[in-house]
């Protein structure tokens, strides 16, 4: 019966302990938001932002070894080189390696030696994402959704309005968290198998098609409604006035300035993003066609 009794308490006590030990929503919100946080903060040449990730993943790692072996070997293979972006990839990676530091600090718990995940699988992980997911995270957040949030308040701005310019910025950083989370769960959730489920879901890709498009026709309206060009040229013949701004805007209103953004595009296509040298040439540009009274 005592025996009985000690066996029952000891599987309780172990079941506590693991209990203790599992990650839960709310470590991943600490971890998140402390990667968030501190994600550019400690960069270097040589460990780029490795030691934003250990900080982030610093309370799961306490909570997972319970050695204090372990936990220094943790944090020394959190210090090598790392570098991604911080939403899609940041998120993403930050709850994979807390999956894989779980799965590895419960084998090391058991004595199952076969069963541990190794370090270098952990590391492998992390080189083997960081970059692929940045480029989808760069295109996203940098390339499309900035822009689509500073297109919409941009008759704000302009009107004189500071929340033109404070509204697109603070929608940015409360979507991205907010994403960014989401992310950090489907990693940890999924494992290594959320990059798959990330760079070639069906409804990733299909949210990433839809952001190009629409990304796409916010810079065609920018274009139209920001990008002001228009010539004074009109002539006379048979006795009746020609103005040449009124014969273009029948074929294709706004058309001088869909052809001013095309050739911009065209130059930073063959020569790359030299925005100085872009405006600097469009000055010069103007400025001639302005004196000769073409525009």
Request: proline share 3%.
């Amino acid at each position: 019966m005592m025996e009985n009794i000690e066996a029952k308490d000891d599987l309780k006590g172990t079941q506590s302990n693991s209990t203790d030990s599992k990650i839960t929503k709310k470590d991943l919100l600490l971890s998140w938001i402390r990667w968030w946080y501190a994600n550019e903060i400690p960069h270097s040449y040589d460990r780029m932002i490795a030691p934003s990730l250990l900080w982030g993943l610093m309370p799961i790692l306490r909570k997972l070894y319970k050695k204090s072996e372990d936990l220094k070997e943790a944090y020394k293979r959190h210090l090598v080189f790392y570098n991604t972006q911080a939403i899609w990839g940041g998120g993403t990676i930050l709850g994979i390696t807390a999956s894989l530091e779980e799965a590895r600090a419960r084998a090391l718990e058991e004595n199952k030696g076969e069963d541990v995940v190794t370090p270098d699988v952990i590391n492998s992980t992390k080189v083997g994402l960081m970059g692929p997911l940045a480029g989808i995270g760069d295109a996203i957040d940098s390339g499309t959704v900035q822009y689509i949030l500073i297109g919409m308040f941009l008759p704000w701005a302009k009107a004189g309005s500071a929340l033109g310019a404070l509204i697109p910025w603070i929608a940015f950083v409360a979507l991205t968290f907010t994403y960014g989370f989401y992310f950090t769960q489907l990693g940890y959730r999924l494992g290594r198998a959320a990059a798959i489920e990330i760079v070639s879901g069906k409804g990733i890709r299909s949210i990433i098609d839809g952001l190009s498009i629409l990304g796409t026709f916010m810079m065609g309206i920018l274009a139209a409604l920001y990008v002001s060009v228009s010539t004074p040229l009109k002539w006379s013949l048979s006795g009746k006035e020609f103005v040449l701004q009124d014969i273009l805007d029948k074929i294709l209103p706004g058309l001088l300035p869909l052809l001013t953004v095309l050739l911009v595009y065209l130059y930073f296509s063959k020569k790359g993003l030299k925005i100085i040298q872009a405006l600097l040439g469009l000055v010069v540009i103007f400025g001639v066609l302005g004196v000769i009274g073409i525009l």
